[in-house]
């Protein structure tokens, strides 16, 4: 847990600022909340022994950085995504201050909205893992990432600053796409998993949450997945 906590420059900036812009008890309340959002994700990575790599402070709140395999099972996943909103959804139930409930609401809507990499985008990439290959996710959850941030382009220039920052983390995510696909391949040829079995003619119809036999057209035969990527 050594130097896990980590401080965004930009926090120190957005203080200061709020300070001098009569914005700081709405940033505060801001941070607050997030900070509270964040502890969900927390304490569940707790108490599924998933491995914290980083807890960034960053304007507005936390950002949590897991340390954790691709292929744990799908509820895992669910889990350390949903209870993020969960916990800030129970503060409607705590709070009775107006303008903090509708702050909260605000930020509670925004976090579900299918971009990345709010919590809406990674459980929209949840279920469209289960239902298409991971390839095809990983681009479709792209895709709607950019569709969404596009649709809310305004004449504002808060609104214009939020969406550049949104399509550059959409952008670091397509980077990573590569990265994550052969992560995904290696801890396959690693770790035996029990998912159910299903057949496949190549290796770009790998899915999550299914384990493979793929068609070998030159014997006419299938091959299990580790047999496959060693061959």
């Known amino acids: ?3 896990i906590l980590k401080v965004n420059f930009f926090f120190y900036i957005l203080f200061l600022v709020s300070i001098f812009t009569g914005y700081f008890k709405t940033f505060i309340t801001i941070t607050l909340i997030t ?3 964040e502890l969900g994700h927390i304490i569940i990575a707790l108490l599924l022994n998933v491995k914290i790599e980083k807890i960034v402070i960053v304007p507005f709140g936390l950002i949590t950085i897991f340390n ?10 669910f889990l350390l995504t949903i209870m993020g909103p969960f916990f800030q959804f129970l503060l409607f139930f705590v709070i009775k201050d107006e303008e903090i409930l509708k702050i909260n609401y ?6 579900l909205m299918p971009i990345i990499p709010l919590d809406g985008s990674k459980l929209l990439h949840l279920i469209l893992e289960k239902l298409f290959s991971i390839k095809v996710s990983y681009n ?6 950019i569709i969404t941030l596009i649709s809310l382009l305004k004449y504002n220039l808060t609104i214009l600053i939020i969406v550049i920052i949104y399509l550059f983390n959409t952008y670091k995510f397509l980077k990573d796409k590569n990265v994550y696909f052969n992560k995904f391949l290696l801890e ?12 496949i003619n ?3 119809n790998f899915k ?3 384990k493979h036999i793929i068609n070998n057209q030159f014997e006419k035969d299938y091959l299990k997945e580790k047999h496959f990527k060693t061959n």
């Open 1 to 3: 847990m050594k130097n």
């Open 35 to 37: 900070i509270f959002h």
């Open 68 to 77: 954790k395999k691709i292929n744990i099972p799908i509820i895992f996943d």
């Open 106 to 111: 605000s930020l509670l809507l925004f976090n």
């Open 140 to 145: 479709l959850t792209i895709l709607i990432s």
């Open 188 to 199: 396959r040829y690693l770790y035996n998993y029990n998912f159910k079995i299903t057949k």
């Open 202 to 204: 190549n290796i770009n």
């Open 208 to 210: 999550k949450y299914k």
